[in-house]
Antibody, heavy 118, light 112 residues
Framework: QVQLLQSGAEVQEPGASVKVSCKASGYTFSSYAINWVRQAPGLGLEWMGWISGYNGNTNYAQKFQGRVTMTTDASTTTVYLELRSLKSDDTAVYYC???????????WGQGTLVTVSS | QSALTQPASMSGSPGQSITISCTGTSSDIGAYNYVSWYQQYPGTAPKLIIYSVDSRPSGVSARFSGSKSGNVASLTISGLQAEDEADYFCASYTGSSTRYRLFGGGTKLTVL
């Protein structure tokens, strides 16, 4: 069965960086892209970007360009999200999600809470 | 890129039908048949219930249906049940030069 297993909760200070992992299993890793979506407390979903499981190509939302990096490790079928220069409003649950069709995310990770606080 | 527009909240009684709208532009919803809908319960990850405007993933109840007209997509839930009380989000592909994905702000559905 398809599973996306994310790393555990993080607490970071403003200005620091965070790296969240998402280990995929149960499907052919190279056949699907992984997207990252975040949700601030009590708010809606926000798309951050996309990385191809086939060749590692990326596409980042304009809001995060210059501050985000998504990478893959095909040998371990793991996708990584790194967000730098953290601010308090980056506090959110970060989800990885497999993309079935454009904007159709059929499997989601359990979410990783990132708290930015001094 | 602005988020898609959804009503913040809606309510209905058991057995009724309810339709949630999602308004975009001619660059996203109006341009592509790549609209999806998600159901989310508090503290859990979203669940895909409709994709490509009107397709249902395996295992999703037939009480959920999707449609689109121009720049507006809609999710209809028929035969409303208590378990349908949740947050619902729409999403669309934007294509063009950006190839972004956009979410709506979400609709809190209350079953009275």
């Amino acid at each position: 069965q398809v599973q996306l297993l994310q790393s555990g909760a993080e607490v970071q200070e403003p200005g620091a960086s965070v790296k969240v992992s998402c280990k995929a299993s149960g499907y052919t890793f190279s056949s699907y892209a992984i997207n990252w979506v975040r949700q601030a407390p009590g708010l809606g979903l926000e798309w951050m970007g996309w990385i191809s499981g086939y060749n590692g190509n990326t596409n980042y939302a304009q809001k995060f360009q210059g501050r985000v990096t998504m990478t893959t490790d095909a040998s371990t079928t793991t996708v990584y999200l790194e967000l730098r220069s953290l601010k308090s409003d980056d506090t959110a649950v970060y989800y990885c999600a497999r993309e079935l069709r454009y904007a159709a995310f059929d499997y989601w990770g359990q979410g990783t809470l990132v708290t930015v606080s001094s | 890129q602005s988020a898609l527009t959804q009503p913040a909240s809606m309510s209905g009684s058991p057995g009724q039908s309810i339709t949630i709208s999602c308004t975009g532009t001619s660059s996203d919803i109006g341009a592509y048949n790549y609209v999806s809908w998600y159901q989310q319960y508090p503290g859990t990850a979203p669940k895909l219930i409709i994709y490509s405007v009107d397709s249902r993933p395996s295992g999703v109840s037939a009480r959920f249906s999707g449609s689109k007209s121009g720049n507006v997509a809609s999710l209809t839930i028929s035969g409303l049940q208590a378990e349908d009380e949740a947050d619902y989000f729409c999403a669309s592909y934007t294509g063009s030069s950006t190839r972004y994905r956009l979410f709506g702000g979400g609709t809190k559905l209350t079953v009275l």
